[in-house]
């Protein structure tokens, strides 16, 4: 049985501990920040402490949506979409170190991500109420379909 419930949230999980080692990575350059400017705040410390403040502030919603649409619906395309979805914080954080206007394309995806991931879950949901109350699982076709949408996910 634990074999079984490992297989359906292996991906999951993996997503979810790279997802905390960059918040580890976020929390240690503010901190390198913070220690090499002790005389005074510097701008440089001002911008990664709100790009890291930001980058938490979307953390919570990011787990339940990646870890609802990984179990409701489908594993591989949730976790793919959570890997993009770290990437894409990775270019908002490091973009945010520059001009505020470079971190706006990671912005931007990341709330396209998050949408997507949104979607899987409510359409999971969906299903499961279907399959529950009126006897109809879509769920491979779905499936399929998400499978396929999620390279959509690529496209600028």
Known sequence: MYASVMDNIFLLVLVTLLSVVQ???FALKVEKECTGHQSKRSAAFERL?????????????FLAVLWCAGIC??????????????????????????ETSQSTPG?????????????MCVVGIINHLMLTYGGSDYKEYIQTITKAASTLLLLP
Not at 73 to 80: G, H, Y
């Open 49 to 61: 402490s709100c790009a890291k403040r930001n980058c938490m502030d979307t953390y919570p919603t």
């Open 23 to 25: 918040n580890v990575f």
């Open 107 to 119: 912005f931007l995806f990341g709330k396209r991500i998050l949408f997507f991931l949104s979607l």
């Open 73 to 98: 619906l489908s594993q591989a395309p949730a976790a793919f979409a959570g890997i993009l979805y770290l990437v894409v914080r990775q270019k908002y954080f490091v973009g945010y170190l520059g």
